[in-house]
């Protein structure tokens, strides 16, 4: 994902690179957010907590410190408010709030989505952010810790009344479908290109990009049919009536979760913290901040398999 695209260009396009969650739906599948709420403090009051503390290994103890490779985007994830310098969205609150149940500062760097899992196996970042879906093929190079159920949706041109949900890929038979590089939409679409001649269809045409502009400019522009992205970002950007886009529901769930090497010994101190916040009422705060209360989850988990 490009790191500072303009702020403007964020407010209406950078969701469209991310990965998937989803849970706990209380809302209807076409239902925008409640309007999130950037300035509000959710995190002040948090205390360490010795016992999730002292699961950490000993190095990060001393060092006091975790390094992180975190994707931007836009809301509700992790972006640049227009006029700021400062970072902010769900995951950074969810990152910030899990320190402060450890005790640690984060070293943070902005990085493109699809660099992160590997500089992790690198040894370049302790822990990676990005809305990064739990599937059977990352659980073999990497580790977990979930802290959202999202998942994957379409989306469409606002003024597209043929297709109203997509609940079956052989619906997008013969169309052109603009996604991010690297992320499990691709991966999904990629992996199921042979419905369409199965159903003895015209196939459908997958385009990833990198620059989270160019799938909305390539929707706007009639270059794209149908975009797939996240059902948060898909919702938040729906709602907003510059981007012009309509969201056509929920397609597959999937958790989310802080990444880490495989192996990484900072698994379960991570898990204590998530289930810290979620048991003090921190967690359902920083949801409802960011207009997320229907991806909650009840507990975190360890490399929990992929949702079915």
């Not at 403007?8 to 709420?37: E, H, K, R, Y």
């Not at 699809?114 to 073999?140: H, Q």
């Not at 297709?163 to 991010?180: M, S």
Request: aromatic share 6%; proline share 6%.
């Amino acid at each position: 994902m490009k790191r500072h695209l303009p702020a403007a260009a964020l407010a209406t396009a950078a969701a469209l690179a991310l990965t998937g969650c989803g849970s706990d739906p209380v809302a209807a599948p076409n239902a925008a957010p409640v309007g999130i709420q950037p300035s509000q403090d959710v995190l002040s009051g948090l205390r360490k907590s010795e016992a999730a503390a002292a699961l950490l290994p000993d190095d990060v103890k001393a060092s006091g410190t975790i390094r992180l490779g975190g994707a931007v985007g836009a809301p509700p994830g992790a972006y640049y408010p227009e006029g700021r310098k400062e970072i902010t969205g769900l995951d950074v609150d969810l990152t910030d709030a899990v320190a402060a149940v450890l005790g640690l500062k984060v070293q943070r760097e902005d990085a493109a989505f699809e660099t992160i899992l590997p500089a992790l196996g690198s040894g370049k970042y302790d822990v990676g952010t990005g809305n990064f879906g739990v599937t059977a093929a990352r659980l073999k190079t990497v580790d977990f810790v979930t802290y959202v159920d999202d998942g994957q949706g379409f989306a469409v041109r606002s003024d597209n009344t043929a297709l109203n949900a997509v609940t079956d890929l052989v619906q997008l038979c013969g169309l052109t479908i603009g996604t991010g590089a690297g992320t499990t939409f691709e991966a999904t679409l990629n992996a199921e290109k042979d419905v369409c001649a199965q159903a003895g269809k015209k196939p459908y045409e997958v385009k990833a990009f990198s620059e989270n502009g160019a799938v909305l400019t390539g929707l706007q522009q009639n270059r794209l049919d149908v975009v797939m992205s996240t059902i948060n970002g898909l919702r938040y950007q729906a709602a907003q009536p510059a981007a012009k886009i309509r969201f056509l529901g929920e397609f597959h769930r999937l958790d989310v979760g802080f990444a880490f090497k495989k192996g990484s010994p900072l698994t379960p101190a991570f898990q204590a913290a998530v289930n810290e916040l979620i048991k003090d009422g921190t967690y359902r705060r920083i949801l409802a901040k960011w207009g997320t209360a229907d991806s909650a989850i009840t507990e975190s988990e360890i490399n929990p398999p992929e949702h079915p």
